[in-house]
Antibody, heavy 121, light 107 residues
Framework: QMQLRESGPGLVKPSGTLSLTCVVS?????????WSWVRQPPGKGLEWVGE???????NYNPSLKNRVTISVDKSKNQFSLKLSSVTATDTAVYYC??????????????WGQGTLVTVSS | DIQMTQSPSSLSASVGDRVTITCRAS??????LTWYQQKPGKAPKLLIY???SLQSGVPSRFSGSGSGTDFTLTISSLQPEDSATYYC?????????FGQGTKVEIK
C-alpha cells in the first residue's frame, strides 16, 4: 500500500514562500504518471493546486497565477510544492495526492494525511 | 473553470434512511466525476469514480449515477459511520474542481 506524507513548516510569514515536501513510501515515485497537491482552507472546500508529470512537466491552477512551483526528486522518492508571495488566504491544510487514470478518467486514490500551513506574522 | 455545485449543503437523516446528494457541473463532463468522503481531521477518501464505479473496499450501500452535467451519490441505508462531508470532483479538464461539499449528519 502506497503511503504519502507531507512535511514542512507549519507557519509562514506573509509575503514569504511556503515550501512542502511529500515523501512517497512503499512505491516508486516513477510508478505513477503524475502527482498532485490539493489544499483546503480551514472549514472550507478542496482546491486543486497543481500536478507534476513523470516527464517533469507541470500543470498549475490558474487561480494561483505564477506563484506555484511543483518539482520532483526521484532519488529521494519525493515531490515538492513551493508557493510564493503568500497571504492569509493561503492558510490551509495542504494534501499531496496520487491521481490515478483509467480510460482517461482520473481520480485521487491515495492521499497524504495533510499538513496545516498558517500564514501569519 | 468548470463549476461544481452540490445540493444540499447539509442534511440530517436517521440510521437506515436513504440519502441522496446531487452534484451539477456547469458544462458537460461526460462521466469524469468522482465522489469522496471526508471525516474531520482526515484526508478525503475515494468512494466512487467514473460517476458510478465503486472503489474497492467501499461498502455497497454507496452508489453513484449520472452523466453529462447531473450526478447523484446515494447511500441506500445510512450508517453511523457515514457521518462525514462528501465532495464531488470533475476531472474532465484542468483545473480540476470540487463541489463545495455536503455535510451528512446522523439524527
Amino acid at each position: 500500500q502506497m503511503q504519502l506524507r507531507e512535511s514542512g513548516p507549519g507557519l509562514v510569514k506573509p509575503s514569504g514562500t511556503l515550501s512542502l515536501t511529500c515523501v512517497v513510501s512503499d512505491a516508486s515515485i516513477a510508478s505513477s504518471n503524475f502527482w498532485s497537491w490539493v489544499r483546503q482552507p480551514p472549514g472550507k472546500g478542496l482546491e486543486w493546486v497543481g500536478e507534476i508529470y513523470r516527464s517533469g512537466s507541470t500543470n498549475y491552477n490558474p487561480s494561483l497565477k505564477n506563484r506555484v512551483t511543483i518539482s520532483v526528486d526521484k532519488s529521494k522518492n519525493q515531490f515538492s510544492l513551493k508557493l510564493s508571495s503568500v497571504t492569509a488566504t493561503d492558510t490551509a491544510v495542504y494534501y499531496c495526492a496520487r491521481p490515478y487514470c483509467s480510460n482517461s478518467i482520473c481520480y485521487f486514490d491515495y492521499w497524504g494525511q495533510g499538513t496545516l500551513v498558517t500564514v501569519s506574522s | 473553470d468548470i463549476q461544481m455545485t452540490q445540493s444540499p449543503s447539509s442534511l440530517s437523516a436517521s440510521v437506515g434512511d436513504r440519502v441522496t446528494i446531487t452534484c451539477r457541473a456547469s458544462q458537460s463532463i461526460s462521466s469524469y466525476l468522482t465522489w469522496y468522503q471526508q471525516k474531520p481531521g482526515k484526508a478525503p477518501k475515494l468512494l466512487i469514480y467514473a460517476a458510478s464505479s465503486l472503489q474497492s473496499g467501499v461498502p455497497s450501500r454507496f452508489s453513484g449515477s449520472g452523466s453529462g452535467t447531473d450526478f447523484t451519490l446515494t447511500i441506500s441505508s445510512l450508517q453511523p459511520e457515514d457521518s462525514a462531508t462528501y465532495y464531488c470532483q470533475q476531472s474532465y479538464i484542468t483545473p480540476w474542481t470540487f463541489g463545495q461539499g455536503t455535510k451528512v449528519e446522523i439524527k
